[in-house]
């Protein structure tokens, strides 16, 4: 067994759309970024990929290429999902957490959930999500960014 860890933080703007864990949230703000930004995704890909040791997901993914210019997040989970296997590795689960201040995540983890479990072909008991705020500290509490960490566990077949 191995175990990988992923972080990944993406500003916040007024007028972007905001994609967490592979669903669109309906709120004032959206995360910046090459693709569409998707912190929650982009944090289990790097804990998926830190596992097996294969680098980050800027190695596979560059943001300076523009193939991968507003792409969504979930076909690079997907690939990098396939790397993994590739690499002789199983998927055993997956452990993160958001930290936002808005819009309440609560409501939207049971379907992140089923939507990351399709993607990485895992069950849905598999993905745990959890969500907290800064409680008004730092830019995540001032609502400038959004950031997520993640931990995954990958087993050799």
């Not at 998927?91 to 992140?112: Q, R, V």
Request: hydrophobic share 40%; charged share 20%.
């Amino acid at each position: 067994m191995r175990i990988g860890f992923g972080y990944d933080v993406h500003q916040l703007q007024t007028g972007k759309e905001l994609w967490l864990g592979g669903i669109k949230l309906s709120h004032t703000k959206g995360a910046l970024g090459h693709s569409d930004a998707d912190v929650l995704i982009h944090a289990i890909c790097d804990a998926l990929l830190g596992a097996a040791n294969l680098r980050d997901i800027g190695f596979h993914f560059s943001n300076t290429d523009p193939k991968y210019k507003g792409i969504d997040s979930k076909v690079l989970l997907r690939e990098v999902c396939l790397l993994i296997r590739n690499a002789g590795y199983e998927i055993g689960n997956i452990d993160a957490t958001l930290a936002l201040e808005a819009p309440k995540i609560n409501p939207h983890i049971p379907e992140m959930q089923r939507v990351l479990a399709e993607v990485m072909a895992v069950p849905v008991d598999d993905i745990s999500i959890k969500a907290t705020t800064n409680e008004g500290l730092g830019y995540v509490g001032t609502e400038h960014g959004v950031n997520a960490y993640a931990v995954a566990l990958i087993e050799r077949k």
